[in-house]
């Protein structure tokens, strides 16, 4: 057999060529590497789950008033201390139990309302909330 002879080349390469396979998957490789982190970027949010139950009717606030003499007064109507105790215990058995909103006068001495917040814990309220006014501008 010569080298270079009709023999040879009139017969099948058993071998796949696979440079150009590897090109077209480094390609795609370089493709994807690029587009994944563009496509991940979203925001992640905590949705809220939805359920059909029946809501509960909030009960109405209490507003509870300290005027500047240090007098109590229960959704605008004046009250006294003996009073005042009786009525946040009731306030503290109703489910669901009510917010305490406290108004007292700049005037007042903070140790009024002190005692307010005070035999509103001892009586159970959990929740209690003040109220401001905005200051002027």
């Known amino acids: 057999m010569a080298i270079g002879t009709q023999e040879d080349s009139d017969t099948m390469m058993g071998e796949i060529n696979m440079i150009p396979f590897i090109d ?6 370089i493709i994807f590497i690029i587009t ?5 970027h979203a925001v992640n949010i905590d949705l809220p789950r939805a359920s059909n ?10 507003r509870l008033a300290v ?12 009250i ?11 306030t503290a058995a109703q489910e669901p139990q009510p917010e305490l909103h406290i108004r007292g006068d700049k005037a007042v001495r903070y140790e009024r309302v002190a005692q307010v917040m005070a ?4 009586a159970g309220v ?12």
């Open 126 to 137: 959990r929740k209690i909330g003040f109220i401001t006014e905005p200051a002027a501008q």
């Open 24 to 29: 077209v998957m480094l390609v795609l490789l």
């Open 36 to 40: 994944v982190p563009v496509i991940k």
């Open 119 to 122: 035999a509103a814990q001892r």
């Open 80 to 90: 006294d201390d003996a009073e005042f105790e009786a009525r946040l215990a009731a």
């Open 53 to 62: 139950e029946k809501v509960l009717d909030k009960p109405e606030n209490i």
């Open 67 to 78: 005027d500047a003499d240090g007098v109590y007064f229960w959704n605008d109507a004046r």
